[in-house]
Every structure is written in C-alpha cells, then in structure tokens.
C-alpha cells in the first residue's frame, strides 16, 4: 500500500484526527472568550475524545471483523496494537493533565463522562432489549453536539471559573450553543452518508426519520441560521469573520463535493478537518 494511504488510514480511522480537532475546539474557545489558553484542558480534551470514540468501536466489534463489509472496522481491528498502543498512551497523558486541574473540572468531566458513555453502554432497554442512548431514534445527532459543546466549550470555562478567571458567562453560554450548531452541521453529513450502516446496527437517525434529500436541505438552514446568529452575539469581530468564513467554505464543500451522488467514503472526513479549519480560520484573523 501506499505510504501516505497508510497514512491516511492511521490519521482517519486511529481517531487521532477527531482528537486533534477535539484540541482545536478547545483552543478555539479560548480564543473567542479571551482566556489564558490551559494547555493541561487542552490535552485532557484531545485524550479523553480519542478514548472515548475507540471505546465505542470497541463496544460495536463484529464477530468477524475482518468480514464486516467497511473498511474502518476491518482497519481497526487489523491493527489491534496501534489501537490499544494509542489508548495506552492516551490513558497515561489524560491521568497526567488530570494531576494538573481543578477538582471543579474533575466533577464537570465525571457528568460529561457519564453522558459520553451512556451513549454506547447498553444500560437502558428498548423494546426489551438492552442499548445505549444511540438507540434512541434522532438522538444521535444532538447527543454528539451537547456533548462536544460541554467538553470543548464547557471544560475549559470550568476549569477557568475555578482557577478564579473572569468568565463573562453570556458569552461563553452563546459560544455553546452555537458551538451544538456547528457540530450539527458537522456531523449530520456523516448520518447521511452512514445510513445503510445506521441501519446494519439497528439505529434511527435524523435522515432516517427525515429522508435524505429532506436531511441535505437541513444542512443548508442549518449553515444559514448559524451565521444569522453570529452576528448578533457579542464576540469580538475577528473572531465572528473566521467563523462564518468557515461556514461558508463548508457550505461550498457540502455544494460541490459531500452531496454529489458519486462521492466518496472518506470525502465527508473533510467535516473533521473543517473543526480544524475553523479554528485556524479565527487565528487568522485574530492575529
């Protein structure tokens, strides 16, 4: 195989993409509210995101994943070592920066925790049968959302107000609720393209419920309402020009490349790489 498709596939489906992205969220936020950047939040954002997705691929291992008819699966558990080595490493940084925080952000992390893993452990039941919240039908999308808003807009407040550093809460209470848009923005394209895989394990999403073309649309209003809305809040102007720079390069990315019939598998990561972009976006117009 090619050296930087090897690359690529350890990048993509290792989910040390999702956790870079997870970084720049984080750091986002101190840009947007004007914080101390906290490079100790920052790294538990990045560690726990990683563990956090490998635990729910772990949780829907196939019997045979080699037979499973998508690549990600068969990648991942082909190479088991990369996927325990990566917890390994990411298990030992997150108990470091944890010696680092307040004990307020080790009570916020425990309640966003249990709303992380609820998602994926079977301790609810569902027509008599045992699953996680993801069973329950359009709640896939929104649990995603608030639960990256807590982590990368909340853990960084929380450790702040702790620490004693001025917090103006209007602005960082706006911050994450537009921070639950844009990762609905991010996130529904990946729901449509994953439908006939949402069906093979049994889970209802918003395309599902809504229909495909119905779900694109909802992407477009979505992109619409979430610029209308930035600029009304009170965020310093450089920051508001990198956001909805943003939101129009995916807009355009959605336009011509994501919702084209012919698209690839791996074309929507470029979704992934827009929660880096963002960031990058807004620092460059902050400088």
């Known amino acids: ?50 563990l956090l997705y490998n635990f729910s691929l772990f949780l829907s291992k196939p019997k045979n994943p080699q037979d499973s008819p998508y690549l990600r699966t068969r990648w991942v558990f082909g190479h088991e070592r990369i996927f325990w080595l990566n917890n390994l490493i990411a298990s030992v940084l997150l108990l470091y ?32 049968k045992a699953g996680g919240l993801r069973q329950v039908p359009g709640l896939k999308l929104f649990h995603i ?15 702040a107000w702790g620490e004693a550093v001025p917090v103006d809460w209007g602005q960082a ?5 537009l921070k639950i848009l844009f990762l609905l923005i991010c996130t529904l394209p990946f729901d ?21 073309r119905k779900a694109k649309l909802l992407c477009y209003i979505l992109i619409g309402i979430h610029i ?18 943003t939101d129009i390069l995916i807009g355009i990315a959605l336009y011509f490349v994501l919702f084209k019939k012919n698209v690839g598998y791996h074309q929507v990561y470029l979704l992934d790489v827009a929660l880096l972009v963002q960031y990058f976006c807004v620092l460059l117009f902050v400088l």
């Open 1 to 50: 195989m090619n050296p930087l498709k090897k690359i690529y596939h350890f990048i993509i489906f290792s989910n040390v993409l999702i956790a870079s992205a997870a970084m720049a969220q984080c750091l986002l936020t101190y840009i947007v509210l004007g914080l101390p950047s906290n490079w100790y939040v920052v790294g538990i954002e990045g560690t726990a995101t990683l």
């Open 97 to 128: 920066c944890l010696g680092h925080v307040h004990f307020y952000t080790w009570l916020f992390l425990g309640v966003v925790g249990i709303v992380s893993v609820g998602y994926s452990l079977p301790i609810f039941r569902f027509s008599g």
């Open 145 to 159: 959302a608030v639960v990256w808003s807590l982590s990368s807009v909340g853990l960084p407040v929380v450790e």
């Open 173 to 177: 209470n706006a911050l994450g609720f």
């Open 192 to 212: 449509i393209r994953d439908m006939k895989q949402d069906s093979y394990y049994h889970l209802k999403t918003i395309p599902h419920l809504i229909g495909e």
């Open 228 to 245: 209308c809305l930035l600029v009304t809040v009170p965020f310093a102007v450089p920051a508001k020009a990198g956001v909805i720079l």
